[in-house]
């Protein structure tokens, strides 16, 4: 299948290969775009190389483009999936990796280590008061930096070539400008993207784990399942 997949620009350079390791081919498709906040970003910076935090959590591959070359020293290092963590990696920051694909793993994945301890988080400027709220509750002490932010391209969707839509985000979706029309597979990437949809209702036939590959897996799945 042919599958438009919603991303910010700088986000999809590896979703070609991906995708073709699951038999599809992709194209990207921008209903959002990102604007740096640089002070923000030299502000998290300098708290890093003072020292301030026991740990960092990178919540998204953007962030970690965006700081991880400026970083000349780094605590305990957590990234929310491969991808953050290939990009972290790439410039020479060793970092964990969540076993999920959701801010909501990252607590129970540190366990009773975070307590008191000075977490930083370099993000979008989007509210997530469940991770805010969850480290709290578990004694750590959370610093957000909204060093980006979230705004729509006012573009529609060129969705007339593809067979089917994969939203990466709610954002994505609630921002999008896009028509659906018959024939055209509608995906989730996870459950919270999901849930944003049928708010909207939109039912989406296929839903991911959060990530590309559990999306791309889930939708040859649905197809084996229409298979006579």
């Known amino acids: 299948m042919k599958i438009a997949v919603t991303r910010l620009?700088?986000?999809e350079s590896s979703d070609a290969e991906r995708c073709a390791k699951y038999g599809h081919i992709c194209y990207s498709v921008y209903p959002l775009r990102s604007e740096v906040r640089q002070g923000a970003v030299t502000a998290f910076v300098e708290s890093v190389e003072r020292g301030d935090?026991?740990?960092?959590?990178?919540?998204?591959?953007?962030?970690?483009?965006?700081?991880a070359p400026l970083l000349n020293r780094f605590p305990r290092v957590i990234a929310i999936g491969p991808?953050?963590?290939?990009?972290?990696?790439?410039?020479?920051?060793?970092?964990?990796?969540?076993?999920?694909?959701?801010?909501?793993?990252?607590?129970?994945?540190?366990?009773?280590?975070?307590?008191?301890?000075?977490?930083?988080?370099?993000?979008?400027?989007?509210?997530?008061?469940?991770?805010?709220?969850?480290?709290?509750?578990?004694?750590?002490?959370?610093?957000?930096?909204?060093?980006?932010?979230?705004?729509?391209?006012?573009q529609p969707l060129s969705l007339n070539d593809a067979d089917a839509v994969l939203f990466t985000s709610a954002m994505s979706y609630t921002k999008a400008i896009w028509t659906p029309r018959k024939g055209l597979l509608i995906m989730a990437i996870g459950e919270v993207?999901?849930?944003?949809?049928?708010?909207?209702?939109?039912?989406?036939?296929?839903?991911?784990d959060g990530s590309l590959e559990g999306s791309l897996a889930a939708l040859n799945i649905y197809i084996k399942g229409k298979e006579p």
């Open 53 to 67: 935090f026991d740990c960092l959590f990178f919540t998204s591959a953007l962030p970690a483009k965006i700081i």
């Open 9 to 11: 620009a700088g986000k």
């Open 83 to 154: 991808q953050t963590a290939q990009e972290l990696r790439s410039y020479e920051i060793e970092c964990e990796t969540l076993p999920g694909f959701y801010s909501r793993d990252f607590v129970p994945y540190l366990g009773a280590w975070i307590a008191g301890k000075h977490i930083g988080i370099p993000r979008a400027d989007v509210p997530n008061p469940g991770l805010l709220g969850a480290i709290a509750a578990a004694g750590g002490i959370a610093h957000e930096f909204r060093c980006y932010a979230l705004e729509p391209t006012g």
């Open 193 to 208: 993207t999901a849930a944003a949809m049928h708010k909207g209702e939109t039912m989406p036939a296929v839903i991911g």
